[in-house]
């Protein structure tokens, strides 16, 4: 699944069945090359705005589905739970991508991950695509992935 | 089905086309895969320095070279906003882990230090030789210094200068690439070099690679 085909998906309780936000954005754990949590936006509460993979009952094709707007976790929270990076600005889209060496290589216009692992197979970049297992480093100012992983041609 | 329509995200379609075309031509310019390692020591100032982990932490404010101004033994640092002083930190060549074209690769920020390391390397002679005048050991101007290329590999080496030519008659002066010799003498007034590497000059970045090569190659025969 593509971030942009999730993106802008609204986020369902099962249990009254009522809006607990809009999927606007993906924590990704560089290391682990994989999708943690979704951020959320016009959540009930402004700052309970991630919602970590594990807690998700179903993403259907209308909605994501999650058990109760309990589910939802304020950035500290998410980080004690599994200690990962729920950071601003670690956002993959728009990012520019740097090689270890230095070398820029496009920015990134989207990715491929598996829904339910969350698994980041793929980087979709200006440039082409770039598997996620050669992602090092996500932070604020660029992605940065091996060298010689960013010459794959863009997929249809 | 639940009956609450979900609007226009609902549809699990496939392909979303604004997702598409968004970067098209943004940037994506680029180099070609394969490109040069050659770069100009003026470029390298304002290039951010970066950690494997994505963040900028710095930028570079001075290229530090060594006596013989042969190879970079660091860099000194500025800050990232606009209007940042130096910093106190800088980054010595053994922190660097890669010097590329858009950024200085760091591991992450130990490799910063203080700078006494290596700024008491910058006062050197040799090191800054910017507009220093090259003569051949012939006795022959062949112009001024205004640029320093660097090949950056595991170490970052001196491997020419960008020389403007002294008998500038042209409006437009055009600068050539002047590949450097082990053999040179420098001082504050200018560079003698062996009149010989001035049959390896190139017009280009890309063509002086070869030049480079083949300088060097003929130098080592000579040698023999």
Redesign the interface.
């Known amino acids: 699944m ?1 971030f ?2 999730l ?4 986020v ?1 309780t099962v249990a009254e ?1 009522k809006r607990a936000g809009v999927v606007d954005g993906f924590v990704v754990d ?1 290391a682990r090359a994989t999708v943690v949590a979704l951020r959320l936006q016009k959540t009930p509460d402004s700052k309970r705005n991630l919602l970590s993979l594990s807690r998700i009952r179903a993403i259907g ?3 994501v589905m999650v058990p109760d707007a309990e589910s939802l976790r304020t950035a500290e929270e998410a980080l004690a739970e599994q200690a990962e990076l729920a950071g601003k600005g670690l956002d993959l889209p728009d ?1 520019p991508v ?10 990134v ?2 990715a491929h991950f598996d829904p339910e692992t969350g698994a980041l197979h793929a980087l979709v ?3 082409g695509e770039i598997p996620g297992r050669a992602m ?9 992935v091996r060298a010689g992983s960013e ?1 794959h041609p863009v997929t249809p | 089905m639940s009956g609450e329509r979900a609007g226009a995200a609902g549809q699990p379609g496939r392909e979303r086309p604004e997702a598409g075309g968004r970067g098209e031509g943004s940037g994506a310019a680029g180099r070609a895969p394969g490109a040069s390692a050659l770069m100009l020591a003026t470029g390298i100032a304002k290039r951010p320095v970066v950690t494997l982990g994505g963040e900028a932490v710095a930028q570079v404010r001075d290229i530090v070279f060594d006596s013989g101004g042969g190879h970079i033994v660091g860099f000194t640092l500025s800050g990232r906003r606009r209007l940042s002083g130096p910093m106190k930190r800088s980054l010595p060549w053994e922190g660097v882990y890669a010097l590329g074209h858009d950024a200085v690769m760091i591991e992450n920020e130990d490799a910063l230090e203080d700078p006494g390391e290596v700024v008491e390397r910058t006062e050197a002679k040799g090191g800054d030789v910017l507009e220093s005048r090259v003569l051949t050991d012939g006795g022959k101007d062949v112009g001024k210094i205004v640029d320093v290329v660097v090949q950056a590999g595991t170490t970052a080496d001196v491997v020419g200068y960008e020389i403007e030519p002294g008998d500038a008659r042209g409006r437009h002066p055009r600068t050539a690439f002047l590949p450097r010799a082990e053999t040179i003498s420098v001082s504050g007034q200018a560079l003698v070099i062996p009149a010989l590497a001035t049959e390896f000059m190139a017009d280009d970045l890309p063509g002086f690679e070869a030049q480079v090569r083949a300088f060097r190659d003929r130098m080592r025969k000579g040698a023999d």
């Open positions: 593509l942009s085909e993106t802008g998906r609204p369902m069945a560089p094709p209308d909605a990012k740097l090689t270890e060496r230095g070398e820029e290589t496009g920015t216009d989207d970049t200006t440039e090092i480093g996500l932070g604020t100012y660029a992605v940065v010459s």
